[in-house]
């Protein structure tokens, strides 16, 4: 049986890697994707400052205040897929507001390429948020059979206790 996620990730050791839902379009400002870009659950600064995003949005592609702590500010070379820094983004969504628009035999095969990437890296552990389940409109139920249909998952690999099929 896989590990559990914690409910709330605060923090990253050196070995762990945020496992979040994207956009196609890398727009990390809300739910999983914006805690990867603010880094610990939008830090006190990013709290205290709710125009942050449109702030780091208004500078250039590619200026260094746009890399977040855990992940990268989409742009053009696409940085919204894959593995960056202590972060792995599964594209869920095309572009935000768009329920349901990447498909789920997709994001099945992403989930897949994870795996492979997780066995290759097993001194890695891979902290697997509620992908698709927020922003993306996905039912959680739906995105547990997807881990459910997986051959195999890796021993550092961490899920949510509600895509852990419990026999």
Not at 13 to 41: D, R
Not at 93 to 114: E, M, N
Request: glycine share 10%.
């Amino acid at each position: 049986m896989p590990k559990i996620t914690k409910e709330n990730i605060l923090d990253l050791k050196k070995n762990e890697v945020f496992v979040f839902g994207s956009n196609s379009q890398g727009f990390h400002a809300a739910g999983a994707a914006g805690i990867a870009y603010a880094g610990l659950c939008g830090n006190s600064q990013n709290k205290a400052n709710p125009d942050w995003i449109q702030r780091e949005w208004s500078l250039p592609k590619g200026h260094e205040s746009r890399i977040g702590n855990w992940a990268i500010l989409g742009n053009s070379i696409g940085f919204q897929k894959g593995k960056i820094g202590c972060s792995y983004a599964v594209v869920t969504i095309v572009k935000p507001g768009l329920l349901r628009s990447v498909s789920l035999g997709s994001i099945y095969h992403q989930l897949f390429t994870l795996m492979d990437f997780a066995s290759w890296n097993p001194e890695k552990e891979f902290l697997v948020t509620k992908i698709g389940c927020g922003y993306a409109g996905y039912e959680l139920s739906e995105i547990a059979q997807l881990f459910n249909k997986l051959p195999r998952i890796p021993e550092n690999i961490h899920l949510p206790i509600e895509f852990i099929k419990l026999d």
